[in-house]
């Protein structure tokens, strides 16, 4: 029979249900992880011996103008000139604290956008190693038409490329539907643990592979330090692993996701996820949300997802939604912890998350776009 939720979502508007259908939402497996949520509650702690990293864990990267950064960077370069290694931005997100405007579109330097410099570091790629580097954007239900119109005929469907990611209701406190004051249920993106799926689902991945590519790097669209390095690129495939994820130095209070031992393997967690027995202050560096990965290991992989459920204001209630973070890459495949630079004209890890955040880093921004040739 039936469960409520099911019903419910069998009798939303046609129009909305053709919405869900078309970003791929399974409401059967929806159900399941409703149940489960409500017969355990809100649980997102992970089970299992869970402690910080080793010291061989987090190895940082070479400086600079070492003999050992220059072979690095030699390896990056190659594969880059050789077209092996593509760039791939999370560009779902909708910049709430900033008037609830898309991001991609958002000016990151007087008159050029975050997408028009991620833009701009592609032709960068290409004049200094003699190839484009893919570009491909995961974008969401509500930045895929607007990302669409700004590319225009730059989206040619390889070069530049676009796929959207999924989309599912918001649950209330009971795990039934949550219906907004209009009757309507609230619907969001489901986390950027959806980019395997939905690059997978678009064939970019299938086709890069079969003509050679190597590697990949995700990236968070509005992080203009992580771009792509040589160096940092032949660090990844160097070592050899499937996922390298870069790390930073925490500063004061920082908070995120941070490398742990679990169950004696080396991966990254976020907070919600961390036992009560360890302090994520205690683990000095943190995860960046950049990862390089082998293309054809992201291809093939098969994550057994975890669905975090988090707590959403939505007009004067709370909504529950599920999640999944692409973070967990590192829980399924072999990986190593790359501590990368974070201020500087070498900084990685440039985060933009509202306009006083921006207004601040802009002077950081445009040090590391015209270091890295994204601005003329």
Not at 105 to 119: I, K, M, S, Y
Not at 275 to 298: E, I, K, Q
Request: charged residues 25%.
């Amino acid at each position: 029979m039936p469960t409520a939720l099911a019903r419910q979502l069998a009798g939303l508007p046609p129009e909305v249900q053709e919405r869900l259908r078309a970003h791929g939402f399974d409401a059967a497996a929806f159900c399941e992880r409703a149940a489960r949520v409500a017969a355990a509650g809100v649980d997102n702690v992970a089970r299992g011996e869970i402690g910080p990293p080793a010291p061989s864990d987090v190895v940082p990267l070479p400086p600079r103008g070492s003999a050992e950064h220059a072979r690095l960077a030699s390896v990056g370069a190659a594969a880059l000139a050789r077209g092996e290694h593509a760039l791939v931005v999370l560009a779902g997100g909708m910049a709430t604290r900033m008037g609830g405007v898309v991001k991609a579109l958002v000016e990151a330097l007087p008159g050029r956008t975050f997408l028009e410099l991620r833009l701009a570091e592609q032709e960068a790629v290409r004049a200094r190693h003699g190839r484009a580097a893919p570009l491909w954007l995961m974008t969401s239900d509500a930045t895929d038409g607007p990302i669409r119109a700004a590319l225009g005929p730059r989206l040619d469907g390889e070069r530049v490329a676009a796929f959207v990611q999924g989309l599912a209701p918001r649950l209330d406190e009971r795990a039934g539907l949550f219906l907004g004051a209009d009757g309507a249920p609230s619907l969001h993106a489901p986390g950027h643990g959806d980019l395997p799926d939905a690059l997978r689902a678009s064939g970019l991945l299938a086709r890069f592979v079969a003509g050679g590519g190597r590697s990949v790097t995700l990236t968070n669209l509005d992080n203009l330090g992580a771009t792509l390095e040589p160096a940092v690129i032949g660090w990844h495939l160097d070592q050899g692993a499937d996922v390298t994820c870069e790390l930073v130095e925490k500063s004061g209070t920082d908070r995120g996701g941070i490398p742990v031992r679990w169950n004696g393997r080396p991966v990254v967690l976020e907070e919600l996820r961390l036992p009560p027995t360890l302090d994520a202050s205690s683990v000095r560096v943190f995860n960046t949300n950049t990862f390089h990965v082998g293309a054809r290991a992201l291809l093939e992989s098969h994550v057994d997802w975890t669905w975090l459920v988090v707590k959403k204001r939505v007009g004067e209630r709370d909504a529950l939604q599920m999640e999944r973070l692409i973070g967990e890459l590192t829980c399924a495949l072999p990986t190593r912890f790359l501590l990368v630079p974070r201020t500087g004209a070498e900084s990685r890890f440039l985060p933009v998350k509202d306009s006083d955040e921006l207004a601040v880093r802009r002077a950081e921004i445009e040090q590391v776009a015209r270091d890295r040739g994204m601005l003329a």
